[in-house]
């Protein structure tokens, strides 16, 4: 997991093997969002990138992982 920048977004990480992308919300929410290209989590590194790509990003099947 890599810090990010943003107001809403605590960390994210990515498994290149499964293409999942675990974001670590600063509310207390962890989820891994499934099927998600290298270039989208390229994206997330920015800083703010739920301003930029949450509709993207939320387009893809996902799943809470923890209440952090």
């Keep these: 997991m890599i810090p990010i920048t943003s107001n809403a977004i605590r960390a994210v ?3 290149a093997d499964s293409r999942t992308t675990r974001v670590a919300f600063r509310g207390g929410g962890i989820y891994d969002y499934l099927d998600v290209g ?3 989590y390229e994206r997330m590194l920015e800083p703010h990138p739920w301003r930029r790509c949450w509709r993207v990003v939320k387009a893809h099947e996902y799943r809470r992982v923890a209440r952090a």
């Design 13 to 15: 990480g990515y498994d």
């Design 38 to 40: 290298p270039e989208l």
